[in-house]
């Protein structure tokens, strides 16, 4: 089991920064994959970050070039730093990590943080 804490969310003004946090707890030896998503009012969740084990990173277009997802293995986080935020990047935001058992995929979900972005 993996327990995710995600923070830093909040309200910015278009053109903005924010970076979010999540922190992961329990069984973190078995993470594969680390990633956000986000689903915003009236849409289904979609990727927005995802970072593999050997630390190879892959964006959604809609972000590519404004959003950097980065980890520090040594405190179990997973970032994302949000830059040139638009009002369209409005939507709760949610950490994801995938464990890897033998040939069983796991996947663990954060709280989600909301992020705001005024126009």
């Known amino acids: 089991q993996v327990q995710l804490a995600e923070s830093g969310g909040g309200l910015v003004q278009a053109g903005g920064s924010l970076r979010l946090s999540c922190v992961a707890s329990g069984s973190t030896f078995a993470i594969n994959t680390r990633g956000w998503y986000r689903q915003a009012p009236g849409k289904q969740r979609e990727l927005v970050a995802t970072?593999?084990?050997?630390?190879?990173?892959n964006y959604s277009d809609s972000v590519k070039g404004r959003f950097i997802i980065s980890s520090d293995n040594a405190k179990n986080t997973v970032y994302l730093q949000m830059n040139s935020l638009k009002p369209e990047d409005t939507a709760v935001y949610y950490c994801?990590?995938?464990?890897?058992?033998?040939?069983?995929?796991?996947?663990?979900w954060g709280q989600g943080t909301q992020v705001t972005v005024s126009s």
């Open positions: 970072m593999s084990s050997r630390d190879s990173t």
């Open positions: 994801n990590v995938v464990t890897k058992s033998n040939t069983k995929y796991t996947h663990y």
